[in-house]
Protein backbone atom coordinates (compact mmCIF):
# COMPACT_ATOMS: atom_id res chain seq x y z
CA UNK A 1 0.00 0.00 0.00
CA UNK A 2 1.74 3.55 -0.89
CA UNK A 3 1.25 5.75 1.72
CA UNK A 4 1.37 9.58 1.21
CA UNK A 5 2.75 11.53 3.81
CA UNK A 6 2.73 16.03 3.33
CA UNK A 7 5.02 18.62 5.28
CA UNK A 8 4.28 20.21 6.88
CA UNK A 9 1.06 19.71 8.82
CA UNK A 10 0.36 23.79 9.46
CA UNK A 11 2.34 26.44 6.94
CA UNK A 12 2.25 29.64 7.85
CA UNK A 13 2.86 32.32 5.41
CA UNK A 14 2.11 35.94 4.91
CA UNK A 15 -0.09 37.64 2.12
CA UNK A 16 2.27 38.37 -1.08
CA UNK A 17 4.75 35.40 -0.27
CA UNK A 18 5.34 31.96 -1.41
CA UNK A 19 4.20 28.98 -0.05
CA UNK A 20 6.02 25.47 -0.62
CA UNK A 21 3.90 22.27 0.55
CA UNK A 22 5.45 18.85 0.09
CA UNK A 23 4.59 15.69 -0.60
CA UNK A 24 6.10 12.13 -0.44
CA UNK A 25 5.04 8.81 -1.49
CA UNK A 26 6.44 5.67 0.26
CA UNK A 27 6.87 4.50 -3.22
CA UNK A 28 7.40 5.61 -6.89
CA UNK A 29 3.92 6.93 -8.16
CA UNK A 30 6.07 8.01 -11.42
CA UNK A 31 3.68 11.72 -12.02
CA UNK A 32 0.31 10.10 -10.88
CA UNK A 33 0.07 12.87 -8.19
CA UNK A 34 -2.93 14.98 -7.57
CA UNK A 35 -2.92 18.14 -5.62
CA UNK A 36 -6.51 19.76 -4.11
CA UNK A 37 -7.17 22.73 -2.52
CA UNK A 38 -9.91 22.33 0.45
CA UNK A 39 -11.58 25.75 2.17
CA UNK A 40 -13.41 25.53 5.20
CA UNK A 41 -16.83 24.23 4.53
CA UNK A 42 -16.07 23.30 1.22
CA UNK A 43 -15.58 20.72 -0.93
CA UNK A 44 -12.25 20.11 -2.14
CA UNK A 45 -11.07 21.58 -5.70
CA UNK A 46 -8.48 19.72 -8.31
CA UNK A 47 -5.53 22.23 -9.00
CA UNK A 48 -2.90 19.67 -10.33
CA UNK A 49 -2.80 16.73 -11.92
CA UNK A 50 0.07 14.55 -13.53
CA UNK A 51 1.89 16.25 -10.78
CA UNK A 52 2.01 19.59 -12.90
CA UNK A 53 -0.69 19.93 -15.13
CA UNK A 54 -3.04 22.74 -13.91
CA UNK A 55 -6.45 22.11 -14.06
CA UNK A 56 -9.50 23.72 -15.84
CA UNK A 57 -9.61 27.49 -14.48
CA UNK A 58 -6.75 27.29 -11.98
CA UNK A 59 -4.48 30.40 -11.96
CA UNK A 60 -0.96 30.16 -12.89
CA UNK A 61 0.05 30.84 -9.01
CA UNK A 62 -0.10 27.55 -8.28
CA UNK A 63 2.02 24.95 -9.71
CA UNK A 64 3.19 21.42 -9.20
CA UNK A 65 6.64 19.70 -10.12
CA UNK A 66 8.04 16.09 -8.76
CA UNK A 67 8.52 12.95 -9.86
CA UNK A 68 8.68 9.02 -8.76
CA UNK A 69 8.11 9.95 -4.24
CA UNK A 70 9.11 13.54 -3.99
CA UNK A 71 6.62 16.04 -4.97
CA UNK A 72 6.16 19.85 -4.48
CA UNK A 73 3.15 22.19 -4.63
CA UNK A 74 3.84 25.99 -4.87
CA UNK A 75 2.17 29.25 -4.68
CA UNK A 76 3.44 32.48 -5.34
CA UNK A 77 2.46 35.64 -4.52
CA UNK A 78 -0.32 34.29 -1.84
CA UNK A 79 -3.62 35.83 -1.95
CA UNK A 80 -6.48 35.74 0.90
CA UNK A 81 -8.41 33.13 -0.67
CA UNK A 82 -5.39 30.76 -1.20
CA UNK A 83 -5.65 30.18 2.77
CA UNK A 84 -7.06 26.77 3.03
CA UNK A 85 -6.26 22.78 3.46
CA UNK A 86 -4.08 21.25 0.25
CA UNK A 87 -3.99 17.25 -0.04
CA UNK A 88 -2.03 15.63 -2.10
CA UNK A 89 -3.37 11.92 -3.64
CA UNK A 90 -2.07 9.31 -5.47
CA UNK A 91 -3.40 7.11 -8.66
CA UNK A 92 -0.49 5.53 -9.88
CA UNK A 93 -1.58 2.87 -7.82
CA UNK A 94 -5.53 2.50 -7.90
CA UNK A 95 -7.57 1.41 -6.63
CA UNK A 96 -6.25 2.01 -3.24
CA UNK A 97 -7.55 -0.58 -0.54
CA UNK A 98 -6.87 2.24 1.88
CA UNK A 99 -6.64 6.00 1.22
CA UNK A 100 -4.76 7.62 -1.33
CA UNK A 101 -4.60 10.54 0.01
CA UNK A 102 -1.57 12.32 2.18
CA UNK A 103 -3.31 14.25 5.17
CA UNK A 104 -3.06 17.32 4.31
CA UNK A 105 -1.07 20.71 4.76
CA UNK A 106 -2.80 23.64 6.39
CA UNK A 107 -2.04 26.79 4.96
CA UNK A 108 -2.62 29.99 7.52
CA UNK A 109 -1.78 33.60 7.60
CA UNK A 110 0.97 34.90 9.07
CA UNK B 1 -24.29 23.96 -14.87
CA UNK B 2 -22.53 20.85 -14.50
CA UNK B 3 -22.81 19.78 -10.83
CA UNK B 4 -23.05 16.88 -8.38
CA UNK B 5 -25.94 17.14 -5.64
CA UNK B 6 -25.92 14.66 -2.94
CA UNK B 7 -28.55 13.68 -0.55
CA UNK B 8 -30.02 11.19 2.31
CA UNK B 9 -27.45 11.86 4.86
CA UNK B 10 -28.80 12.29 8.77
CA UNK B 11 -28.12 10.88 12.19
CA UNK B 12 -28.95 6.96 12.32
CA UNK B 13 -27.90 4.41 15.34
CA UNK B 14 -24.96 2.23 15.31
CA UNK B 15 -25.74 -0.54 13.06
CA UNK B 16 -28.36 1.00 11.18
CA UNK B 17 -28.59 1.66 7.22
CA UNK B 18 -28.90 4.76 5.29
CA UNK B 19 -28.87 4.92 1.49
CA UNK B 20 -26.50 8.22 -0.34
CA UNK B 21 -27.55 9.73 -3.30
CA UNK B 22 -25.83 11.52 -5.76
CA UNK B 23 -27.93 13.53 -9.03
CA UNK B 24 -25.36 14.25 -11.42
CA UNK B 25 -26.28 17.37 -14.07
CA UNK B 26 -24.57 19.33 -17.14
CA UNK B 27 -22.56 16.85 -18.17
CA UNK B 28 -23.09 12.93 -19.96
CA UNK B 29 -23.22 10.94 -16.85
CA UNK B 30 -22.63 7.54 -18.49
CA UNK B 31 -18.96 8.71 -19.61
CA UNK B 32 -17.41 8.50 -16.03
CA UNK B 33 -16.73 6.56 -13.69
CA UNK B 34 -18.08 7.99 -10.07
CA UNK B 35 -16.63 8.00 -6.59
CA UNK B 36 -17.47 8.15 -2.74
CA UNK B 37 -15.51 10.10 -0.79
CA UNK B 38 -15.67 10.54 2.65
CA UNK B 39 -14.42 12.81 5.38
CA UNK B 40 -14.65 12.43 9.14
CA UNK B 41 -14.50 15.45 11.15
CA UNK B 42 -11.85 17.76 11.39
CA UNK B 43 -10.12 14.85 9.46
CA UNK B 44 -8.81 14.39 5.69
CA UNK B 45 -10.26 12.85 2.75
CA UNK B 46 -10.30 9.13 2.54
CA UNK B 47 -11.64 7.19 -0.65
CA UNK B 48 -14.86 5.34 0.21
CA UNK B 49 -16.20 3.42 -3.44
CA UNK B 50 -15.52 3.11 -6.98
CA UNK B 51 -17.95 1.98 -9.75
CA UNK B 52 -17.30 2.39 -13.59
CA UNK B 53 -19.32 3.83 -16.20
CA UNK B 54 -21.50 1.03 -16.95
CA UNK B 55 -21.46 -0.53 -12.77
CA UNK B 56 -18.28 -2.68 -13.66
CA UNK B 57 -15.56 -1.94 -12.13
CA UNK B 58 -16.61 -2.00 -8.36
CA UNK B 59 -14.31 -1.22 -5.74
CA UNK B 60 -14.38 -0.71 -2.15
CA UNK B 61 -12.00 0.56 0.33
CA UNK B 62 -11.15 -2.29 3.20
CA UNK B 63 -12.79 -0.01 5.98
CA UNK B 64 -16.10 -0.46 4.39
CA UNK B 65 -16.08 -3.82 2.05
CA UNK B 66 -19.06 -5.50 2.51
CA UNK B 67 -21.23 -3.16 4.29
CA UNK B 68 -21.67 -0.84 1.53
CA UNK B 69 -23.21 -1.01 -1.92
CA UNK B 70 -22.24 1.27 -4.78
CA UNK B 71 -24.69 2.00 -7.20
CA UNK B 72 -25.78 3.64 -9.77
CA UNK B 73 -28.50 4.87 -12.82
CA UNK B 74 -27.93 6.19 -15.80
CA UNK B 75 -30.62 6.78 -17.41
CA UNK B 76 -31.19 8.98 -13.95
CA UNK B 77 -27.75 10.62 -14.41
CA UNK B 78 -27.43 9.22 -10.11
CA UNK B 79 -24.90 7.63 -8.31
CA UNK B 80 -26.29 5.73 -4.91
CA UNK B 81 -24.30 4.23 -1.93
CA UNK B 82 -26.06 2.13 -0.01
CA UNK B 83 -24.78 1.69 3.66
CA UNK B 84 -25.57 -0.87 6.60
CA UNK B 85 -24.15 -2.08 9.74
CA UNK B 86 -23.04 1.51 10.33
CA UNK B 87 -20.39 2.22 13.13
CA UNK B 88 -19.41 5.51 15.01
CA UNK B 89 -16.25 5.77 12.97
CA UNK B 90 -18.40 6.12 9.48
CA UNK B 91 -19.32 9.47 10.35
CA UNK B 92 -18.32 11.55 7.98
CA UNK B 93 -19.33 13.95 5.29
CA UNK B 94 -19.73 11.98 2.22
CA UNK B 95 -18.66 13.28 -1.12
CA UNK B 96 -19.73 12.35 -4.21
CA UNK B 97 -17.03 12.58 -7.13
CA UNK B 98 -16.53 12.58 -10.82
CA UNK B 99 -13.49 10.54 -11.86
CA UNK B 100 -10.99 11.74 -14.72
CA UNK B 101 -8.19 9.13 -15.11
CA UNK B 102 -8.25 8.76 -11.50
CA UNK B 103 -8.23 12.09 -10.23
CA UNK B 104 -11.19 13.47 -8.82
CA UNK B 105 -12.24 16.43 -11.33
CA UNK B 106 -15.63 17.69 -10.13
CA UNK B 107 -17.16 17.34 -6.49
CA UNK B 108 -20.72 17.38 -4.86
CA UNK B 109 -21.58 19.75 -1.72
CA UNK B 110 -21.37 16.71 0.62
CA UNK B 111 -23.77 15.47 2.94
CA UNK B 112 -23.62 14.63 6.56
CA UNK B 113 -23.59 11.29 8.16
CA UNK B 114 -23.66 10.62 11.68
CA UNK B 115 -23.84 7.53 13.27
CA UNK B 116 -24.66 7.70 17.39
CA UNK B 117 -27.23 6.37 19.88
Known amino acids: EIVMTQSPATLSVSPGERATLSCRASESVRSNLAWYQQKFGQAPRLLIY???TRATGISARFSGSGSGTEFTLTISSLQSEDFAVYYC????????????FGQGTKLVIK | EVQLVESGGGLVQPGGSLRLSCAASGFTFIGYGMDWVRQAPGKGLEWVSYIGKSSSPIYYADSVKGRFTISRDNAKNSLYLQMNSLRAEDTAVYYC??????????WGQGTLVTVSS
Open chain 1, 50 to 52: GAS
Open chain 1, 89 to 100: QQYYKWPPRMSS
Open chain 2, 97 to 106: ARELSGTYDL
